[in-house]
């Protein structure tokens, strides 16, 4: 993989609680910043982006924004964090934004969509980015981070093969860490997405079916044994796509969700907004990676289940019902 530009610009595809946040911190620190926006468009152009943060509140008054992705420069640095559910955009937005020598940064939660991403722009060209934060997008323009804000990134390789921690991504941690963004580097994707499934299983699903936040979960004796029995088989799903994950792994993520500030996940947020549920990357595809290795992990499968009706009745879509012949 090719180093990138010395002069890099930064553009940022899906300007929500994560998008937003970690581009208004690169722009705080200095860097040229290009958001494009939705249904905030107006009021981000007019306004600018407002950041509620634990690290400490700021106003950027003026930011590039844009309404299409044709009006945007190419950029090196292509910060894609939708909705994993609004990747089906990504073959049209990803080519007139991304510069000839840049890169796809993808900020999503779940597996299996640096693929597709890879099917677009090239594999060489895919970074994996996975966030440890606590941030909400409470209004127009207006985000609120409640807690941590780590970002951890590896290369993408075809199959998910490691490709180790190459100057690029040392390129974009230093720019990270620039804006004041803790940032590590991993030298294997997959391994490092099945171990946030750890976490992002369990809490994000149980936080629907059980409509609580993460407090009220791991307060439940019932619900955290549930949470727990839910990580083991996420371990054994990695274990079988070739990724051993420490044993200290469930012990130091539970204790790290007793000292978190409440949070409402991601998840239950799009549930009670009746968005579409991010089911596909966090549930389906981890299950199908699994069973193509020969492993089930039927809670997890039981749990996908119950969400893909929750989510259907929610938002009013009827099931499929087969006609007898």
Not at 151 to 177: C, H, K, N, S
């Amino acid at each position: 993989m090719s180093q990138l530009p010395e002069s890099r610009r930064y553009a940022v595809l899906g300007s929500g609680a994560v998008g937003g946040f970690y581009g208004a911190k690169l722009q705080q620190a200095g860097f040229e910043v290009h958001f494009l926006l939705h249904s905030d468009y107006e009021q981000v152009r007019q306004n600018g982006l407002w950041v509620e943060s634990c690290w400490g509140d700021f106003h950027l008054p003026q930011v590039n924004a844009y309404a299409s992705v044709e009006a945007m420069p190419p950029c090196e640095g292509v910060i894609v964090a939708l909705k994993a559910t609004q990747n089906h955009l990504l073959p049209r937005l990803l080519p007139p934004v991304l510069a000839e020598k840049g890169v796809v940064i993808l900020l999503q939660n779940g597996l299996g969509a640096e693929p597709e991403i890879a099917n677009c722009v090239g594999p060489e060209r895919v970074v994996g980015g996975l966030c440890f934060i606590s941030s909400n997008k409470v209004g127009p323009g207006h985000i609120r981070h409640l807690d941590y804000g780590s970002v951890l990134l590896a290369e993408y390789g075809p199959g998910y093969a490691p490709q180790g921690i190459t100057p690029r991504l040392q390129q974009i941690q230093a720019d990270f860490q620039r804006a004041g963004i803790p940032t590590s580097l991993s030298p294997d994707l997959m391994e490092a997405r099945w171990q946030k499934l750890v976490w992002n299983i369990p809490f994000n699903g149980l936080s629907v079916v059980f409509n609580a936040d993460t407090q009220q979960m791991i307060r439940d004796p019932e619900a955290r044994a549930l949470a727990e029995a839910l990580m083991q088989e996420v371990v054994e799903g990695a274990a079988a796509c070739g990724r051993r994950l420490p044993p200290s792994l469930i012990p130091e993520m539970l204790a790290n969700t007793e000292k978190m500030v409440p949070y409402r996940t991601s998840m239950k947020i799009d549930y009670e907004r009746k968005r579409p549920l991010e089911l596909e990357a966090i549930f389906a595809n981890p299950l199908r990676y699994a069973q193509q290795a020969g492993v089930q992990m039927p809670r997890v499968e039981m749990l996908y289940r119950q969400l893909q009706v929750l989510d259907r009745l929610n938002r009013g879509i009827p099931a499929f019902s087969p006609t007898c012949g």
